[in-house]
C-alpha cells in the first residue's frame, strides 16, 4: 500500500493567530499531487489550530471557524482517500468528526501504528489546562502583534519534549518505539515535534512527518510492499 503522511498543519481561524502560512489553492495543488500519487492520505494530528481561540472555552466553535476559513481544504480532508487522527491542538476533533486517537494498519505483511505523539508529554497526560493556556495566551500574542514572542514560547516548548536529531538520544523517539513494542508494531509514526525523521530502532522503525504549517511542505511517504519509507519537503 502507498500512503503519504501529513500532519501538523495548524489551519486557523484566518486571524493573527492562523499559523497555517499557505495559500489556500497552492495547498489544494498539493493535495491534489498527494491524490493521485497516494492509495491513502493520513492527517496525523493538529490539522486545525483550536487551542489559540479567544476563549479557551470555545474550542467546539473555533473548529467551526477553521473548517470555514479553510473551507475547500476541509471540504477535500473529508473525502474518502483521508484518514484523520486527531492531536492535542485539535483534540476536539474526536467529538466533532469522530477522529480517532490512533490507528492501526496490517498490510503486506507489515504492522503499522499511527498516532499523533502527544501522550509522550507528562504534562499533556497530567496537567493538560496548563498546555492549553500557554497556547491560548500564544493566540493573544499574535492578536496583540507579538508573534515573535510566542514563536520562541513555541520553540522552548517543543526543546522541551526531548526530541533529539540522534535517535539514541530522543526521548520522543524512544518513547514511541516503546509504544510500538507493546502494542506489536513494526513501524511507529507520529508527528507532534514538527520534526521530520525516518530512523531505525533495532527491528523497529521510527518515522515523523514533520510539519505543514508556516508555509512549509513536509510529508512521509510510505510504501509497504517495496519496504520504501521516505521523508520528503517538495513535491
Avoid at 192 to 207: C, I, K, M
Wanted: with cysteine.
Amino acid at each position: 500500500m502507498n500512503v503519504a503522511v501529513i500532519s501538523d498543519l495548524h489551519l486557523g481561524n484566518g486571524g493573527a493567530s492562523d499559523m497555517f502560512g499557505h495559500d489556500d489553492a497552492e495547498f489544494l495543488a498539493f493535495l491534489s499531487y498527494l491524490e493521485r500519487n497516494f492509495e491513502r492520505v493520513v492527517l496525523l494530528g493538529d490539522i486545525y489550530e483550536t487551542l489559540t481561540c479567544a476563549s479557551p472555552f470555545a474550542q467546539a466553535e473555533e473548529f467551526g471557524r477553521c473548517r470555514v476559513a479553510h473551507a475547500e481544504i476541509s471540504k477535500r480532508f473529508d473525502g474518502p482517500q483521508y484518514t484523520y487522527i486527531h492531536g492535542n491542538h485539535d483534540l476536539v476533533g474526536a467529538n466533532m468528526v469522530g477522529a480517532a486517537d490512533q490507528m492501526r494498519l496490517n498490510v503486506d505483511g507489515v504492522q503499522l501504528l499511527f498516532t499523533h505523539g502527544h501522550g509522550f508529554d507528562f504534562v499533556e497526560r497530567y496537567a493538560r489546562w496548563v498546555s492549553v493556556a500557554g497556547v491560548w495566551l500564544g493566540g493573544w500574542l499574535c492578536r496583540m502583534g507579538l508573534g515573535p514572542i510566542m514563536k520562541a514560547f513555541d520553540r522552548l516548548d517543543h526543546w522541551q519534549r526531548g526530541a533529539h536529531d540522534d535517535p539514541r538520544k530522543c526521548k520522543f523517539q524512544q518513547w514511541a518505539v516503546d509504544l510500538a513494542r507493546r502494542q506489536k508494531a513494526d513501524v511507529i509514526v507520529t508527528g507532534h515535534t514538527h520534526q521530520g525523521v525516518v530512523a531505525e530502532h533495532g527491528s523497529h522503525l521510527f518515522l515523523n512527518s514533520g510539519s505543514c504549517a508556516e508555509g512549509e511542505y513536509s510529508f512521509l511517504s510510505i510504501d509497504t510492499k517495496s519496504g520504501q519509507y521516505a521523508m520528503n519537503h517538495s513535491w
